[in-house]
C-alpha cells in the first residue's frame, strides 16, 4: 500500500485533500491527521472493522480503546448514553481544545472502539484540519496516536511516516502539533472527576474550574502500579519509550546536573553512546555525550512541545542510553514527567 501524503495549511486546509481523505475514513480506512496534541490515526469510530484495522496497524493491545473525536458538542449526546451536568460547563469551556472526557457509553458505539468498556473517551481537537475532516467523515472518528504501540507519540508526519508509512492510506501534514503531549483524560463517571492521564490542559486549571478533582494514583506514580489501582486501560503498558534505555534524574536543578553528569561519565565507561535530555539552562554543563534541550525550565509548554521529537532523535543518532532530566511537574511539566517516567520503566534516580 503506498500512503498518500497530502499537505495542507494548519489554519485553511485544502478542501479538496480533506474530502479525498475523509473518502477513505468513510470506505473504513485510515488516515492520520494532525490535532493540537500529537497526530492521530483515524478510523470510522461508527464501523468496528476499521477500529479493528486501526489496533492492528499500530499493533495495539485490543483491551486498550481509542479516543472518539468530534467535531460538534451535540455528537457528544449520540456517543454517551448520560452527559453529566458538570460536562457542560467543561465542554463549553475547553473544547475544542485537549481534554478528554470519559463518559457511560451509549449502544450506537461497537464494542471494539471502547474495548468492551462500559465507557467511552471522547474529545474535540483545536486543529481546523482534525475538525474539517471529522465534519467531511461525517462520523465520529476514533483515533488513538498515530504511532506504533510503545513508541513516543507522533508530533509531525516525519514521525507517522516513519512508523506507518505504506500501511495506511493517507497522512493529512499540517507541519508540527502545537502542544507537544497527548491530551488530559478526565474521568467523569466517578465523583470527585479523577484524571486518569496527565495531558494538555494543566491539572491545576481543571481544578480551578471543577473544585473537587483528583489525581488517578497512577499519574504520579514512581513505580508500575498493579492493575486494580489502575482505571485507564493504556496505563499498565510500556508507554513512550524510544528504543535508547532510558533514566530519569530528578531533584533540584544542581544536584540534577550533578547526579545526571556521573551517570554519563559511568555509562560512558561502559562503552554506551550516551545522550542527555537537558534545558536551556543546564545544556552547557555536560561533555563527551550528545546532548539536547528541550527548551527554558521556565518555559514548560515549550518542553512539554519538543519531548517526543527529540526522543525519537536521539534513536536516528543510534544513542544507547538517554541520562533525562527532570522538569517541575506543574503545569504542563506534570505530563512531561509522567510521559518521561514511563518511558524509562521508571527508572528513576532522586538526585540529592
Ligand atoms: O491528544 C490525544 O489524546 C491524542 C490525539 C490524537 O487526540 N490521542 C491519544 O490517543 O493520545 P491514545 O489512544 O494514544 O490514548 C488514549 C488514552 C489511553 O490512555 C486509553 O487507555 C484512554 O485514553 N482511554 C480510552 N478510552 C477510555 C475509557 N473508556 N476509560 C478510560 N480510559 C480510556
Ligand atoms: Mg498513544
Known sequence: MKTLVLKVDPQEPDIEKVRLSADFIK???LVAFPTETVYGLGADALNGEAVLSLFRVKRRPLD??????????????????????????LMERFWPGPLT????????VPDVTVAGLDTIAVRMPRHNVALALIRESGCPIAAPSANLAGKPSPTSAEHVLDDLG?????????????????????DLTVDPPQVLRPGG?????????????????AVTAEKALWMEKVRSPGVKYKHYAPDAEVVVVEGEVNAVVAKASELVKFYREEGRKVGVLATDETATCYGGCVVKSLG??????????????????????????IVAEGVPAEGLGLAVMNRLRKASGYHIVKAR
Request: glycine residues 8%.
Open 166 to 186: 505504506g500501511r495506511i492510506d493517507a497522512i493529512l501534514d499540517a507541519g508540527p502539533t502545537v502542544v507537544g503531549v497527548e491530551s488530559t483524560v478526565l
Open 296 to 321: 527554558s525550565r521556565r518555559d514548560l509548554a515549550v518542553v512539554a512541545r519538543n519531548l517526543f521529537r527529540l526522543l525519537r532523535e536521539f534513536d536516528l543518532e543510534g544513542v544507547d542510553v
Open 64 to 89: 486498550n480503546p481509542p479516543i472518539v473525536h468530534i467535531c460538534d458538542v451535540k455528537d457528544v449526546y449520540r456517543l454517551a448514553e448520560m452527559v453529566p451536568f458538570r460536562a457542560k460547563a
Open 27 to 29: 470506505k473504513g480506512g
Open 201 to 217: 490542559t494543566p491539572f491545576e486549571v481543571l481544578r480551578e474550574a471543577l473544585g473537587g478533582v483528583e489525581l488517578n494514583p
Open 101 to 108: 472526557l470519559i463518559f457511560k457509553r451509549s449502544e450506537v
